[in-house]
């Protein structure tokens, strides 16, 4: 179960319903009713066209906090940490022993029992997150078989693809010879399996393929479908990023990158973006996916628009394989570049989901790039969604993209947990420790990865 989190103080705010001094942090960032954002004289042409213009009608998740979107967002505005030991395996032997776990996970109703037992957690997720993005835009297997299959794709990406389906064939093949391995070893392995599964399962028969871009791939992937919806190739596409690394080779891996806190005796603790106390991330997993589709055919099929994509960027700081750019370069020219994509000014945005892991160098790198684009931070927030569920590598961004869309839609922004001690380079509102009621007028939503590979991408409120 995921626990409650608290920090050194506890914070107490009437944002948050309770009753008592707000502390510290909290006091630093005043909560306070956006004031109207000024636009440039002449701001970016956004997209008018309804055929180009792209609208979110459908979202699915799987996570630590359970697979309803709802769910998801009520426990991050609590701002309860999903970080917990691991159980999963034999962990005790490992220099770090939590992660962002998922418990209790089902997919009764959505995959048959057989498969279900020979699937890699990777596929699960993707499979159940899928099946109900496409149920939460009434894309139901009845409604699908009125519509041109032909022209809705699936593009679900994966940094890691099936790890325990890999690791379980190697072992086999050291331990009891090639004969041994399982027939599913490399369909079950290889990254693009989930978009072919959910495609197989629903009938589509659109664009179809993965990327796999480390920690950015989901960005990369939404950025990708909605060029497809734009050219013309489809009408749908179903959209996102899934990963299922906690495992010995995946949370082995990582230590051996020395990429990951070791707070073992405080878990919930561990994941602090821009604290001064942070030593590195929490691995996390899951799967994020939206329905993202053209306003024309939206429209035409009476679809429940929940927010608008705006446009992205992807980029590379051709620097290191893991440290990012300290001057943020490739960070601030992705944020430029998906701005101009998006049509929107600098001052438009209000609002930034951060890729905030939780590592020394990588925070202040992507504040610093920040900075640089948006000259005046007074009415920014930014928050970091990893602090509560830990880094879900491939399936970060998918997630993260649902945690921005329902900020646009409720008001609110979930917490920055543990927030006890920021950097004093961090001087724009991190949202610490209580949510808070912000009205978003465009939000972007960043993610990066192993590679240098830098994505960002840009939501709004539907406007007609």
């Known amino acids: 179960m995921a626990t409650t989190c608290y920090s050194a103080l506890i914070f107490k705010t009437k944002d948050s319903g309770n009753n008592g001094a707000s502390l510290l942090q909290y006091n630093r960032f005043r909560a306070s009713k956006s004031r109207p954002i000024k636009a440039m004289a002449a701001p970016p042409r956004r997209e008018t066209d309804p055929k180009k213009r792209i609208v979110i009608t459908g979202m699915g998740v799987v996570s630590v906090f359970g697979n309803d979107v709802n769910t998801f967002y009520e426990k991050l505005l609590e701002g309860q940490s999903g970080i917990t030991p691991i159980d999963k395996f034999d962990a005790s032997t490992f220099t770090v022993r939590f992660a962002g776990q998922i418990r209790n996970f089902s997919s009764v109703g959505y995959i048959d029992g057989k498969t279900d037992r020979r699937l890699d957690?990777?596929?699960?997720?993707?499979?159940?997150?899928?099946?109900?993005?496409?149920?939460?835009?009434?894309?139901?297997?009845?409604?699908?078989?009125?519509?041109?299959?032909?022209?809705?794709?699936?593009?679900?990406?994966?940094?890691?693809?099936?790890?325990?389906?890999?690791?379980?064939g190697v072992e086999a093949l050291i331990q009891k010879g090639f004969k041994k391995i399982t027939p599913f070893f490399i369909p079950y392995s290889i990254t693009n399996m989930g978009s072919a599964l959910l495609a197989i399962d629903a009938g589509l028969m659109?664009?179809?393929?993965?990327?796999?871009?480390?920690?950015?791939?989901?960005?990369?992937?939404?950025?990708?479908?909605?060029?497809?919806?734009?050219?013309?190739?489809?009408?749908?596409?179903?959209?996102?990023?899934?990963?299922?690394?906690?495992?010995?080779?995946?949370?082995?891996?990582?230590?051996?990158?020395?990429?990951?806190?070791?707070?073992?005796?405080?878990?919930?603790?561990?994941?602090?973006?821009?604290?001064?106390?942070?030593?590195?991330?929490?691995?996390?997993?899951g799967a994020g996916v939206l329905i993202m589709e053209s306003l024309d055919h939206a429209a035409k099929r009476g679809a429940n628009i929940i927010a608008e994509y705006l446009g992205g960027a992807i980029t590379c700081d051709a620097h290191h394989m893991t440290d990012p750019r300290k001057d943020g370069l490739g960070i601030s020219s992705c944020i430029t570049k998906c701005l101009e994509h998006a049509g929107v000014s600098p001052e438009e945005v209000n609002y930034v989901n951060c890729h905030a892991t939780s590592t020394l160098a990588g925070d202040l790198a992507e504040v610093i790039a920040i900075k640089k684009i948006f000259k005046d931070t007074s009415e920014m927030k930014m928050n970091g969604t990893k602090s509560m569920i830990g880094h879900g590598l491939g399936a970060a961004g998918g997630l993260e993209a649902i945690a921005c869309i329902k900020a646009i839609t409720t008001g609110w922004l979930h917490p920055t947990i543990n927030q006890d001690n920021l950097e004093p380079e961090v001087d724009i509102d991190t949202v610490p420790n209580v949510k808070k009621q912000h009205e978003v007028n465009v939000a972007i939503s960043n993610s990066f990865g192993f590679g240098g590979h830098n994505s960002v991408v840009a939501f709004a409120p539907f406007k007609p």
């Open 121 to 168: 957690d990777c596929w699960r997720y993707c499979l159940v997150a899928g099946r109900k993005a496409l149920h939460d835009a009434n894309l139901g297997h009845q409604i699908l078989q009125t519509i041109d299959r032909t022209r809705i794709g699936v593009l679900v990406g994966s940094g890691m693809g099936g790890l325990t389906t890999f690791s379980n």
């Open 206 to 285: 659109g664009p179809n393929y993965s990327i796999s871009t480390a920690c950015a791939t989901a960005n990369y992937c939404f950025y990708a479908a909605a060029n497809h919806i734009r050219r013309g190739e489809a009408d749908i596409m179903v959209v996102g990023g899934t990963e299922a690394a906690v495992n010995p080779t995946g949370v082995g891996g990582f230590i051996a990158c020395r990429a990951l806190s070791q707070r073992n005796d405080e878990p919930h603790k561990a994941s602090r973006p821009w604290d001064k106390d942070r030593d590195g991330f929490v691995i996390g997993e």
